[in-house]
């Protein structure tokens, strides 16, 4: 994957709580058998009227917001069914990182197996965040994923986000879920060994019954 060390870029903030994956990509969208496509998916009723035509007044659709790479949403951001092609919708769209004070569990994880930072802060952070930013005026943040803060365009405001070794290890490196577990095989091996040799009877135990089956 790609890796994700610093990112500098507008920041587009959508007030919404509880945003749920059928919003951020609606059932419509998961026709396809790929991962190709769904960046017209993305919040489309939200970036759209109830005729198709483009809503002017949601935040993505404002003048300057067209690179957005950054959203700073409400809590519980991800939360219901936990389709991956929300993630997947994310990223296509340009969106490389979302600020949030609480994620949907299942939607938490699917972000950094597939490289999209999710970055959680406390409430009053939240607030202070839509306080700071505008949705007629862009404003740039820029996010550190080693120092595991966010700053204003100027330097002069920063916040901290809550984000686990584990994860910011994959955003760093760039690694998957599988290559991330892969860094501890060494690790994984020993652990292997001194459970065998202190509970031998339990060794190939799960082989066994394999063959069994």
């Given at each position: 994957m790609?890796?994700?060390?610093?990112?500098?870029?507008?920041?587009?903030?959508?007030?919404?709580?509880?945003m749920d994956t059928d919003?951020?990509?609606?059932?419509?969208?998961?026709?396809?058998?790929d991962k190709s496509?769904?960046?017209?998916?993305?919040?489309y009723n939200h970036r759209h009227l109830a005729d198709g035509s483009v809503n002017p007044n949601f935040v993505l659709n404002k003048p300057g917001f067209e690179e957005t790479?950054?959203?700073?949403?409400?809590?519980?951001?991800?939360?219901?069914?936990?389709?991956?092609?929300?993630v997947w919708g994310l990223m296509q769209y340009g969106i490389r990182a979302v600020v949030a004070a609480g994620f949907g569990e299942i939607f938490y994880?699917?972000?950094?197996?597939?490289?999209?930072?999710?970055?959680?802060?406390?409430?009053?952070?939240?607030?202070?965040?839509?306080?700071?930013?505008?949705?007629t005026e862009p404003k740039t943040l820029?996010?550190?994923?080693?120092?595991?803060?966010?700053?204003?365009?100027?330097?002069?405001?920063?916040?901290?986000?809550?984000?686990?070794?584990?994860?910011?290890?994959?955003?760093?490196?760039?690694?998957?879920?599988l290559e991330a577990t892969m860094k501890d095989i060494d690790a994984i091996e020993r652990f292997k060994n001194d459970h065998e040799k202190a509970f031998?009877?339990?060794?190939?135990?799960a082989g066994k019954y394999a063959k069994d089956l």
């Open positions: 790609e890796k994700l060390i610093t990112l500098t870029a507008v920041a587009a903030p959508i007030d919404i709580d509880n919003q951020l990509m609606p059932k419509q969208f998961l026709r396809g058998i496509g769904l960046a017209k998916g993305m919040l790479k950054i959203i700073v949403a409400g809590p519980n951001f991800g939360c219901g069914s936990s389709r991956e092609h929300a994880s699917n972000c950094f197996n597939n490289g999209l930072l999710a970055a959680k802060v406390s409430p009053q952070t939240s607030r202070e965040l839509f306080e700071y930013l505008s949705d820029m996010i550190s994923v080693k120092d595991r803060e966010i700053r204003s365009a100027d330097g002069t405001q920063r916040w901290s986000f809550e984000l686990a070794d584990r994860h910011q290890t994959m955003l760093l490196e760039g690694l998957d879920m031998g009877w339990m060794s190939g135990l």
